[in-house]
Nanobody, 116 residues
Framework: QVQLVESGGGLVQAGGSLRLSCAAS????????MGWYRQAPGKQRELVAR????????NYADSVKGRFAISRDNAKNMVFLQMNSLKPEDTAVYYC?????????WGRGTQVTVSS
């Protein structure tokens, strides 16, 4: 089992920045890729950014390219999402995701609200 706990969400004005953190615990050895997804009210959950196990590659949703950056610290079992130039349409619950040999694990989510 893998447990994921997100932090760092909040309310920010458009153009502002937030940094999300996700701490992983449990069967850390089983984790490979980690990433962030988000779900806005009335919409499906979507991929925001995802990073390979060694941090060597990352992919982003087109809507966040150039504004968001994912990083991970494997020594601390953490993954981060730096969000800059935030827009009202970035408002959503952001979920940390970890892929493992047993399947996907999810955190409970952290709310990000961007006011115009």
């Amino acid at each position: 089992q893998v447990q994921l706990v997100e932090s760092g969400g909040g309310l920010v004005q458009a153009g502002g920045s937030l940094r999300l953190s996700c701490a992983a615990s449990g069967s850390i050895f089983s984790i490979n890729a980690m990433g962030w997804y988000r779900q806005a009210p009335g919409k499906q959950r979507e991929l925001v950014a995802r990073m390979s196990s060694d941090g060597g590659s990352a992919n982003y949703a087109d809507s966040v390219k150039g504004r968001f950056a994912i990083s991970r610290d494997n020594a601390k079992n953490m993954v981060f999402l730096q969000m800059n130039s935030l827009k009202p349409e970035d408002t959503a619950v952001y979920y940390c995701n970890a892929g493992s040999i047993w399947g996907d694990y999810w955190g409970r989510g952290t709310q990000v609200t961007v006011s115009s």
